[in-house]
C-alpha cells in the first residue's frame, strides 16, 4: 500500500510569488491533515478535512494560505502571496475514519523557501 | 489549551545502553498520546500511541513508552540502543473528546537522538 505522498519535495521561490503544494493521502483515508514547521520549531497543526469537507482549519495563519480537496481525495496547498516566515516544511498526513483512535500517517513532507 | 514539553533538544547514548527520551503534555481530560520518529530526509514514522488501559505501550523497533498521568508524562524508551536509532523524535498530544478541533496533534519540539558506536 502507497504511503502519503507529497508534491514537490522542495520548492524555492522569490517573496511575492505563489506556490501550490500538493499532497495524495492513502488510498480510502478521509481524514487529510496540513501541518507546518518552521525552523528550529514544533511542527504546528494548519487545517483538516474529512473528506472535501474543511472540518478544522483553526491553525491557517492567514488568508494569504487556501487549501482545496476537491472530490476528498488529493488535497492542494496553496501561498499566495509568499511571505519570507512562510519557508520550513510542509507535512501532510492522513488517517481513516473510525470509532478507535488512528493514528495519522505522514508524508515526506516539502520543504519550501522564500527569498 | 494543550502542549507538549521535550525538555531536551539532544540526547546523546552509547550503543547498547538504555535510553530514554523525555515528554510532558498538558491538555483537557484524558490524553491520547503518540511518539513519532523523523529519519533524516525523511517523514514522520508512526512510533507508538497511548489511548487507554496498560500504561506500558510497546511499539515499533523496540521501542516503549510509559503512560504517567500524575506526573503528565509519556517517555519514550529503549532498553538496548542501535546506532540506527539516531533521529529526531517527536511526542504529541491529541484531546480525547470528540468534535471540531479534536483531532489536530500537538507536537512537542523534538529531540534528537544520537547514538554513539
Known amino acids: 500500500e502507497a504511503g502519503v505522498t507529497q508534491f514537490p519535495s522542495h520548492s524555492v521561490i522569490e517573496k511575492g510569488q505563489t506556490v501550490t503544494l500538493r499532497c495524495d493521502p492513502i488510498s480510502g483515508h478521509d481524514n487529510l491533515y496540513w501541518y507546518r514547521r518552521v525552523m528550529g520549531k514544533e511542527i504546528k497543526f494548519l487545517l483538516h478535512?474529512?473528506?472535501?469537507?474543511?472540518?478544522?482549519e483553526s491553525g491557517m495563519p492567514n488568508n494569504r494560505f487556501l487549501a482545496e480537496r476537491t472530490g476528498g481525495t488529493y488535497s492542494t496547498l496553496k501561498v499566495q502571496p509568499a511571505e519570507l516566515e512562510d519557508s520550513g516544511v510542509y507535512f501532510c498526513?492522513?488517517?481513516?475514519?473510525?470509532?478507535?483512535?488512528?493514528?495519522?500517517?505522514f508524508g515526506p513532507g516539502t520543504r519550501l523557501t522564500v527569498l | 489549551a494543550q502542549s507538549v514539553a521535550q525538555p531536551e533538544d539532544q540526547v546523546n547514548v552509547a550503543e547498547g545502553n538504555p535510553l530514554t527520551v523525555k515528554c510532558t503534555y498538558s491538555?483537557?481530560?484524558?490524553?491520547?498520546l503518540f511518539w513519532y520518529v523523523q529519519y533524516p530526509n525523511r517523514g514522520l514514522q508512526f512510533l507508538l500511541k497511548y489511548i487507554t488501559g496498560d500504561n506500558l505501550v510497546k511499539g515499533s523497533y523496540g521501542f516503549e513508552a510509559e503512560f504517567n498521568k500524575s506526573q503528565t508524562s509519556f517517555h519514550l524508551k529503549k532498553p538496548s540502543a542501535l546506532v540506527s536509532d539516531s533521529a529526531l523524535y517527536f511526542c504529541?498530544?491529541?484531546?480525547?473528546?470528540?468534535?471540531?478541533?479534536?483531532?489536530?496533534?500537538?507536537f512537542g519540539k523534538g529531540t534528537k537522538l544520537s547514538v554513539i558506536p
Open positions: 478535512f474529512v473528506k472535501e469537507s474543511k472540518q478544522d
Open positions: 498526513a492522513s488517517s481513516d475514519v473510525g470509532g478507535r483512535v488512528d493514528e495519522q500517517f
Open positions: 491538555v483537557s481530560g484524558n490524553p491520547y
Open positions: 504529541a498530544v491529541r484531546a480525547s473528546y470528540s468534535g471540531a478541533g479534536s483531532y489536530q496533534l500537538t
